[in-house]
């Protein structure tokens, strides 16, 4: 028997908290400023140390670069907000009624609102005494998975019940997430009124120095090209985007590729970021804008941007199919 003056004890559930990178809560100078200055003073993200970079990102970086990034950002913005937001919103609603009886699904960011910790906090108050991590990156990398889960740990250490816990593993050659990918890009191609030369899978850049310090990103990145390759029977060339700063990043670079392709008789291409779980920033300003306007500035004739899996019912089947593996034992 409970003593009637016990605490309420919720009835035991399962957490899923789907977790993305984050984004500013407007598309203001203000709003990227403060988002910025959470995200690159990650020590993951940058791995100088912090006498040397915060001079730095104080200064130069967080007085020139909000104002042109928000400029970026509401070229993309939503009725509904930011679309990386809008989306994973929209993901984690979608996987909800997918995982009864017992299970419910959340979603958080790593920097920005929803916070990891206050997405824990509400769903251990819902009784949820084990819960599945979910950072929605195909491919590991300590500046996005790592640093994900030490957000994850770093609220746990501050509760006094904990739940158990669980990590979902990176899915860069699942046969269900290259299927799913393979799919959603035949459905694209097909509604063009072109049909490309080249396909080109651009990937997020991370340093060079990152694969020299054996982080699996890159390596992860190039057997996804070459399994959506196989898949889809088509030529496809991989390139890695979004370089910042002076260090040597990963490459080739999708926008020199771009500027280059037509100078090798390219004249029509689409391009796909197998990378990203749902569109963003990166994908909808830097590559479906930027990247048009570079690729037909040299020369092209046709480009096409082909959307991420998003919340679409090959990528929400998907990720249920990736989620519910590491749900075994937790969940019939």
């Not at 889960?149 to 770093?154: G, T």
């Not at 669980?166 to 509604?191: F, K, M, N, Q, V």
């Not at 040597?248 to 999708?254: E, M, N, R, S, V």
Request: aromatic fraction near 8%.
């Amino acid at each position: 028997m409970i003593p009637a003056d016990h605490p309420a004890v919720p009835v035991p559930a399962i957490g899923v908290l789907v977790v993305n990178l984050g984004t500013p809560d407007a598309p203001t100078p203000s709003a990227v400023r403060r988002y910025l200055a959470e995200f690159l003073s990650d020590r993951r993200v940058v791995e100088l140390p912090p006498i040397l970079w915060q001079p730095i990102l104080r200064g130069a970086v967080l007085t020139t670069r909000p104002r042109k990034s928000a400029h970026a950002y509401s070229q993309v913005w939503r009725e509904d907000g930011s679309p990386l937001a809008a989306i994973t919103r929209a993901q984690a609603l979608a996987l909800a009624p997918l995982f009864p009886p017992g299970g419910i699904v959340d979603h958080a960011m790593r920097y920005g609102k929803p916070a990891i910790a206050e997405r824990i906090a509400a769903l251990r108050e819902k009784g949820c005494d084990r819960i599945l991590i979910a950072p929605l990156y195909p491919q590991y990398c300590a500046a996005t998975t790592a640093t994900a889960n030490d957000a994850v740990f770093a609220a746990l250490a501050r509760m006094r019940w904990q739940p158990a816990i669980r990590t979902l593993p990176p899915y860069h050659d699942d046969p269900a997430y290259i299927a799913a990918l393979a799919a959603s890009i035949e459905t694209g191609l097909a509604a063009l009124d072109f049909t490309p030369d080249v396909i080109l899978a651009s990937f997020h850049g991370m340093p060079q120095r990152t694969l020299e310090q054996g982080d699996p990103y890159h390596c992860h990145c190039q057997k996804t090209a070459r399994l959506l390759r196989d898949a889809l029977g088509r030529d496809l060339r991989i390139a890695f985007q979004s370089r910042f700063g002076a260090a040597k990043w990963l490459g080739p670079a999708t926008d020199a590729t771009l500027a280059a392709l037509p100078g090798e008789g390219v004249r029509r291409v689409a391009v796909v970021a197998p990378g990203f779980s749902a569109d963003c920033l990166e994908t909808l300003e830097e590559v479906a804008i930027r990247g048009r306007e570079t690729f037909l500035h040299a020369g092209g004739s046709d480009f096409a941007y082909l959307p991420c899996l998003n919340d679409s019912p090959d990528g929400i089947e998907m990720l249920r199919i990736v989620l519910a593996r590491q749900l075994e034992g937790w969940l019939p």
